[in-house]
């Protein structure tokens, strides 16, 4: 079993920064592949990064790509995304999943393969 709580959420302006960190419980952090999902008032939960057990393979949405960059710390068991350059319509509740992988090289985009969820926390970027 793996427990996940997200942290670093916030108000923000249009432009700015921040990073969400995702801190996982148990000793096996390393064998998880692991994703951040939001959701937007009034809209469906949609697939935001991806990282596999191997910190190096890494996935993103296309609304995100060259502004947001997935990382973990296996050491530390956490995964960061780091949100650049925050736009109005970034605003959202984001959530980390985990997904127990037996490949190193193993992420995914679908919601349904993931087996453990955060509790969400909370992004609001103003215009």
């Known amino acids: 079993q793996v427990q996940l709580v997200e942290s670093g959420g916030g108000l923000v302006q249009a432009g700015g920064s921040l990073r969400l960190s995702c801190a996982a419980s148990?000793?096996?952090?390393?064998?998880?592949?692991m994703g951040w999902f939001r959701q937007a008032p009034g809209k469906e939960r949609e697939f935001v990064a991806a990282?596999?057990?191997?910190?190096?393979?890494?996935n993103y949405a296309d609304s995100v790509k060259g502004r947001f960059t997935i990382s973990r710390d296996n050491a530390k068991n956490t995964v960061y995304l780091q949100m650049n350059s925050l736009k109005p319509e970034d605003t959202a509740v984001y959530y980390c999943?985990?997904?127990?992988?037996?490949?190193?090289?193993?992420?995914?985009?679908?919601?349904?393969?993931?087996?453990?969820w955060g509790q969400g926390t909370q992004v609001t970027v103003s215009s």
């Open positions: 990282i596999s057990r191997s910190p190096s393979i890494t």
């Open positions: 999943a985990a997904k127990y992988s037996s490949s190193y090289a193993y992420l995914t985009q679908i919601e349904d393969d993931y087996n453990y």
């Open positions: 148990g000793r096996t952090f390393s064998s998880y592949a």
